[in-house]
T-cell receptor, first 114, second 110 residues
Framework: EAGVAQSPRYKIIEKRQSVAFWCNPISGHATLYWYQQILGQGPKLLIQFQNNGVVDDSQLPKDRFSAERLKGVDSTLKIQPAKLEDSAVYLC????????????FGPGTRLTVL | KQEVTQIPAALSVPEGENLVLNCSFTDSAIYNLQWFRQDPGKGLTSLLLIQSSQREQTSGRLNASLDKSSGRSTLYIAASQPGDSATYLCAVNGYSTLTFGKGTMLLVSP
């Protein structure tokens, strides 16, 4: 069974530029999550999708971050414009259903904002 | 608001030692708890998931326990190996939302 796929693996941009990350969850998983992990911290949830609907985006900085999962499968996370403090690893995870099922994580995208 | 604390922040042991990593959480109303491993520059690998009704789970040399009432979990690693060197993260699930600790960075020297 293929795992969660993410691309790119690394990205370096200047502040105020825009960037997009892509995630393809495990086949059949209805729930998709985006997390932000700053160096030395645990991952923090940014947004959760159930199929193509948003379940929780309470910690997403909506003035600069956006995410979509149009067909209920893969998802993109965008930052525009980027700030220095957005430098982090962006992790995508998926689970079979919402709620108490196990979450499976992708390899992450390491973003450096200069 | 759920808070998760992991102690110690870093641990260095010689190969072969048994060791215990600790995780505590402030809100005992959880559905399950997951232990993850993270290698440098990599994503998270799920090691063990304990449902709130369970007391422990075992996988190979790993054993995780959960005491929900006291808000504590431990990850026991038997006969540590250099390949166990990584950061270990504890995450509690309060119904679909995982709250993570900052992790314990483990170094096992040959």
């Amino acid at each position: 069974e293929a795992g969660v796929a993410q691309s790119p693996r690394y990205k370096i941009i200047e502040k105020r530029q825009s960037v997009a990350f892509w995630c393809n969850p495990i086949s059949g998983h209805a729930t998709l999550y985006w997390y932000q992990q700053i160096l030395g911290q645990g991952p923090k949830l940014l947004i959760q999708f159930q199929n193509n609907g948003v379940v929780d985006d309470s910690q997403l900085p909506k003035d600069r971050f956006s995410a979509e999962r149009l067909k209920g499968v893969d998802s993109t996370l965008k930052i525009q414009p980027a700030k220095l403090e957005d430098s982090a690893v962006y992790l995508c995870a998926s689970s079979p259903t919402e709620g108490v099922s196990e979450q499976f994580f992708g390899p992450g995208t390491r973003l450096t904002v200069l | 608001k759920q808070e998760v604390t992991q102690i110690p922040a870093a641990l260095s042991v010689p190969e072969g030692e048994n060791l215990v990593l600790n995780c505590s959480f402030t809100d005992s109303a959880i559905y399950n708890l997951q232990w993850f491993r993270q290698d440098p520059g990599k994503g998270l690998t799920s090691l063990l998931l304990i449902q709130s009704s369970q007391r422990e789970q075992t996988s190979g040399r790993l054993n995780a326990s959960l005491d929900k009432s006291s808000g504590r979990s431990t990850l026991y690693i038997a006969a540590s190996q250099p390949g166990d060197s990584a950061t270990y993260l504890c995450a509690v699930n309060g119904y679909s939302t995982l709250t993570f600790g900052k992790g314990t960075m483990l170094l096992v020297s040959p």
